[in-house]
């Protein structure tokens, strides 16, 4: 019995500490409240400086814009999650697409991306009047990022 209590003595200290430091780290690394509100669903897909509306898979070529960009993206890829902030940036100038966003681990998603050959994000495609005319992978600077052209 002595080498159990020893046992609880050494160790237990041990894992309510371990609990606490998670809980902790856990509280400081919390996402943005704002970057979570720029991903979250716009029922009303209205187009706001800034903002990336989100839309089902299947509607990803369905825009009512002639010109625009689509981010395929997934929340679990830090590549994507970092690089929403420069998007954002992205949409708030003057001569930008508007962009949509498609998550891909929606269910509804795996035949499109199987259609457009899409293995990996975040991957931008521009659609002109509903055909792809430019893809871009990883994390593209803004200056290379496509201008609306009536902006030109």
């Known amino acids: ?3 159990k209590k ?13 609990i606490v430091i998670v809980f902790c ?3 400081l690394f919390r996402p943005d409240e704002d970057l979570i509100q720029n991903i979250a669903p716009d029922e009303a897909h209205e187009q706001s400086k800034g903002r990336i509306s989100v839309v089902k898979a ?7 814009d002639s010109d625009y960009l689509v981010y395929f993206y997934s929340d679990e890829c830090h590549v ?15 001569d930008a697409l508007n962009v949509y966003g498609v998550d891909v ?9 199987k259609n457009l050959n899409i293995n ?11 055909i792809e005319s ?9 200056s290379l990022l496509p201008i609306h052209p009536e902006k030109i």
Do not use: H
Not at 105 to 113: E, G, V
Not at 120 to 130: F, H, K, S, V, W
């Open 6 to 18: 020893s046992f609880l003595k050494l160790y237990l200290p041990m894992v309510v500490l371990g």
């Open 80 to 94: 994507c999650n970092s690089y929403k902030p420069t998007l954002e940036k992205y949409r708030s100038s003057e």
């Open 134 to 142: 430019w893809r871009a992978l990883g994390d593209l600077p803004i």
């Open 25 to 27: 780290a856990g509280m």
């Open 105 to 113: 681990l929606d269910p509804d998603a795996k035949t499109i991306l």
């Open 1 to 3: 019995m002595p080498r």
């Open 120 to 130: 990996e994000t975040p991957t931008l495609i521009r659609i002109t009047r509903g």
């Open 58 to 64: 299947d509607v990803y070529d369905k825009q009512q």
